[in-house]
């Protein structure tokens, strides 16, 4: 869904579906990332160690990312399309950065929904563009969770053969 655009946001803003985590999904991330730590394999650990508002199944920061991109990934064609009618762009070179704000605790049970804003940042010297999707991760309750740019290579405009 595209949203008004603004000076801020040249290329408007973008939301997702939405996706509830579950207590299984953060187990599977933990053990399949081996992040065995008290913090999130002990639940007797983490009531007896954490603060009360971490009393209860948290995950970890990478995860957040990781399912904030897997929202954003049916969108992504759509995005670049928009972009290419104003800046001509070339095919996706890779990620060439993330830079992460976990603002708060997500938890298993939250419902969480992301809202992305495509910018460009830099045209190089041989014609790269570097757009930058900042993701804003909210929960049901409109807190947002995390805040992280990440930062995509585009080649350059293919030009077209005569």
């Given at each position: 869904m595209t949203q008004k655009t603004n000076t801020d946001r040249p290329f408007g803003s973008y939301l997702t579906e939405k996706r509830t985590i579950f207590d299984a999904d953060i187990c599977t991330f933990v053990n399949v990332g081996g992040l065995h730590e008290p913090l999130f394999i002990d639940m007797e650990y983490v009531?007896?160690?954490?603060?009360?508002?971490?009393?209860?199944?948290?995950?970890?920061?990478?995860?957040l990312i990781t399912i904030a991109m897997?929202?954003?990934?049916?969108?992504?064609?759509?995005?670049?399309?928009?972009?290419?009618?104003?800046q001509p762009i070339g095919l996706m070179k890779g990620m060439v950065n993330v830079n992460a704000d976990i603002k708060m605790p997500g938890y298993a049970g939250d419902t969480m929904q992301v809202e992305l804003i495509p910018r460009i940042?830099?045209?190089?010297?041989?014609?790269?563009?570097?757009?930058?999707?900042?993701?804003i991760m909210r929960n049901q309750d409109d807190i947002i969770i995390v805040?992280?740019?990440?930062?995509?290579?585009?080649?350059?405009?293919?030009?077209?053969?005569?």
């Open positions: 009531k007896t160690n954490m603060p009360p508002s971490h009393h209860r199944r948290f995950a970890p920061g990478p995860f897997g929202l954003v990934a049916p969108l992504l064609l759509t995005v670049l399309d928009d972009i290419s009618k104003t940042t830099s045209i190089t010297k041989s014609g790269n563009v570097m757009l930058a999707l900042q993701h805040d992280f740019i990440e930062t995509l290579m585009l080649g350059p405009a293919q030009k077209n053969a005569e």
